[in-house]
């Protein structure tokens, strides 16, 4: 297991289409969050999960935007009747159930690109 | 959660030492520092993380004062490969459930390398 899988790299949709991204993090991490970045700025926290109940969600930018991971392994994060404000990257991170030190140790992968035409 | 303020751009040349300050000044009890770097089409990647006084690793020093308002990365002897966005969290994602448990970003530090 190298690391934080995503798929896809690149998604490039017409408004109004629905997308979902994939997010398949190191196997032995309970917990996965999703984050959004715009250019320019820092990573914009949407929804994390341990193992596969989402504990977080009001973060969620509105009520298009979705996630799952329903056997606590990979999950999706869907976007349905997209907007040009929604092109972003999208990224996706997991960690260990660690306490003490290490416990803000995050692990990103490389982020679904989006691009909203 | 703490928020941190840190600079916008920071400018160094090769072989330089690099010292990127951030201010937390409402830091928790439980709250870890902790900074990542980030280079263009990637995802973040964690460089250091620190509880309070000197932490060093292979990749650089965090140095924290005892009152823990404000933590300083140290870079020793940056080449260009070090152009990066570096950005200063503080939390404690231990916590389960609600919006204690993620981690906030801010705009971090955008740090260029000349030779």
């Known amino acids: 297991d190298t690391g934080v899988s995503q798929d896809p790299r690149h998604k490039i949709t017409k408004r109004g289409q629905n997308v979902t991204f994939r997010c398949d993090p190191i196997?032995?991490?309970?917990?996965l969050y999703w984050y959004r970045q715009t250019l320019g700025q820092g990573p914009e926290f949407l929804t994390y999960?341990?193992?596969?109940?989402?504990?977080?969600k009001s973060r969620l930018l509105s009520d298009r935007f979705s996630a799952e991971r329903p056997k606590g392994s990979f999950s999706t994060l869907e976007i349905q009747r997209t907007e040009q404000g929604d092109s972003a990257m999208y990224l996706c991170?997991?960690?260990?159930?660690?306490?003490?030190?290490?416990?803000?140790?995050?692990?990103f992968g490389a982020g679904s690109r989006l691009t909203v035409l | 959660l703490a928020k941190t303020t840190q600079p916008i751009s920071m400018d160094s040349y090769e072989g330089q030492e690099v010292n990127i300050t951030c201010s937390h000044n409402?830091?928790?009890?439980?709250?870890?520092i902790t900074w990542y770097q980030q280079f263009p089409s990637q995802g973040p990647r964690f460089i250091i993380q620190?509880?309070?006084t000197k932490v060093t690793n292979e990749v650089a020093s965090l140095f924290i004062p005892a009152d823990r308002k404000s933590s300083t990365l140290s870079l020793p002897r940056v080449s260009l490969s070090d152009t990066a966005v570096y950005y200063c969290?503080?939390?404690?994602?231990?916590?389960?459930?609600?919006?204690?448990?993620?981690?906030?970003f801010g705009k971090g530090t955008k740090l260029s390398v000349k030779p």
């Open positions: 991170a997991s960690r260990f159930p660690t306490q003490g030190s290490g416990a803000n140790v995050l692990t």
């Open positions: 196997s032995e991490h309970n917990r």
């Open positions: 999960f341990q193992n596969e109940a989402q504990l977080e």
């Open positions: 409402n830091i928790a009890t439980n709250d870890y």
């Open positions: 620190g509880y309070k």
């Open positions: 969290l503080v939390g404690d994602a231990r916590n389960y459930g609600g919006s204690q448990g993620n981690l906030i």
